[in-house]
């Protein structure tokens, strides 16, 4: 563990712990206040690829396991954002197109190439790795929020449905759909109770599907179960090998436009 002697809003300082993996450009970021309790459970045995799902098993569950195996004392349970875009005729966005939706007409600067341990964020306003998957887009943030921001969301969603999951260290979050440049369904994701007032649920399956493992209460990680809904709703998966890869990204020095 490593500690970080903070500075918050008020201007007070605060001295907080970490994991020893977390990435030194998240433990500085402002937005990285206190850490929180894991979800508690019993042990897990190391991350496998392995996508294989018994017939006896309830759509999703595997997924979930491999989400918990990789969470497990890992940075990536610190702070992320998330988000996945499936279009409708079948065909991937632009980076230019990812760019002009993701920035809301602001200012902003396509990369083309990056490894995420480079410092590729720095003094950035917002940034994004971006990868494709077939006709997919995923966006990756570290300590971001801007993919699951509702504006964002919605720009992404135009001719195409777009999914995101986002939490930060102090547990605040979000699990958000967008459809048609319209924004559905944005929930939190640790109380599932709640879901049911949400009047278009029913317009996402696999949340409601996978509601049981977000009852942290009984011991489920609702971060794990979060990212799992995200792959069994567009198949694309969050992976270690991810972030080996080296990826084009954007960035901007303005805030995203609402």
């Known amino acids: 563990m490593s500690v970080q002697q903070r500075y918050t ?5 605060a001295f907080v712990t970490a994991p020893d993996d977390v990435p030194e450009r998240l433990l500085m970021s402002p937005c990285f206040v206190s850490p929180v309790c894991e979800d508690p459970e019993l042990p897990v045995p190391e991350v ?12 999703g569950v595997d997924m979930y396991r491999y989400y918990r195996r990789l969470l497990k004392d890992h940075w990536l349970g610190t702070a992320i954002c998330w988000t996945v875009v499936v279009p409708d005729n079948g065909e991937p966005l632009t980076l230019a197109e990812i760019g002009e939706r ?4 602001a200012n902003h600067e396509i990369h083309e190439k990056a490894r995420f341990e480079d410092d590729y964020s720095d003094e950035a306003a917002w940034a994004m790795l971006v990868g494709q998957s077939g006709p997919m887009t995923e966006l990756f943030e570290d300590n971001g929020y801007h993919g699951v921001h509702p504006p964002t969301l919605s720009r992404l969603s135009v001719g195409a449905r777009a999914y995101s999951v986002y939490w930060n260290v102090n547990a605040n ?3 958000a759909f967008a459809a048609d440049g319209e924004l559905l369904l944005m929930v939190d994701a640790m109380y ?3 879901w049911a007032q949400e009047p278009n649920l029913a317009r996402w399956p696999e949340l409601a599907v996978m509601a049981p493992h977000f009852k942290w209460r ?3 990680s609702w971060r794990a179960a979060a990212l799992a809904t995200i792959e069994l709703t567009t198949g694309a998966r969050l992976s270690l090998d991810w972030f080996d890869q080296e990826r084009p990204y954007l960035t901007s020095q303005d805030p995203a436009s609402d």
């Not at 496998?48 to 759509?59: F, G, I, L, Y």
């Not at 993701?102 to 007409?105: A, I, L, Q, R």
């Open 173 to 175: 979050n979000s699990v």
């Open 48 to 59: 496998t690829e392995s996508h294989d799902m018994s017939d006896e098993r309830p759509a």
């Open 218 to 220: 009984n011991g489920k």
């Open 192 to 194: 599932p109770e709640a």
């Open 9 to 13: 809003a008020t201007g007070s300082a």
């Open 102 to 105: 993701v920035s809301g007409g």
